[in-house]
């Protein structure tokens, strides 16, 4: 069983910046691939962002390329999510969520624990 929590979430202006935290206990992941989703009210919950589990390779949605980063630290079983220039489209509740091996990280249903999520709110 493992268990993810995540942190650094509130409320910022647009052009701030949040990072988050997804602190993993439980079993260590770092053999995994891990991801940022969020959902917005009235909307479906979209990938936002993966890492390898070495952290040698991310992937990012389009709508944050350029402006968030993606990192993980192994040692500390805990992956980041940087956010600059936020914008309001940002405000969400951001997931963070484990990866399975040879799976798609850009599909929710293959990552296998979900935290319970953190609100970013970007006021204009």
């Known amino acids: 069983q493992v268990q993810l929590v995540e942190s650094g979430g509130g409320l910022v202006q647009a052009g701030g910046s949040l990072k988050l935290s997804c602190a993993a206990s439980?079993?260590?992941?770092?053999?995994?691939?891990m991801g940022w989703f969020r959902q917005a009210p009235g909307l479906e919950r979209e990938f936002v962002a993966a890492?390898?589990?070495?952290?040698?390779?991310?992937y990012y949605a389009d709508s944050v390329k350029g402006r968030f980063t993606i990192s993980r630290d192994n040692a500390k079983n805990t992956v980041y999510l940087q956010m600059n220039n936020l914008k309001p489209e940002d405000t969400a509740v951001y997931y963070c969520?484990?990866?399975?091996?040879?799976?798609?990280?850009?599909?929710?249903?293959?990552?296998?624990?979900w935290g319970q999520g953190t609100q970013v709110t970007v006021s204009s």
């Open positions: 969520a484990l990866g399975q091996l040879q799976s798609s990280v850009f599909n929710q249903h293959e990552y296998t624990y």
């Open positions: 890492i390898s589990w070495s952290g040698a390779i991310t």
């Open positions: 439980g079993r260590t992941v770092s053999r995994y691939p």
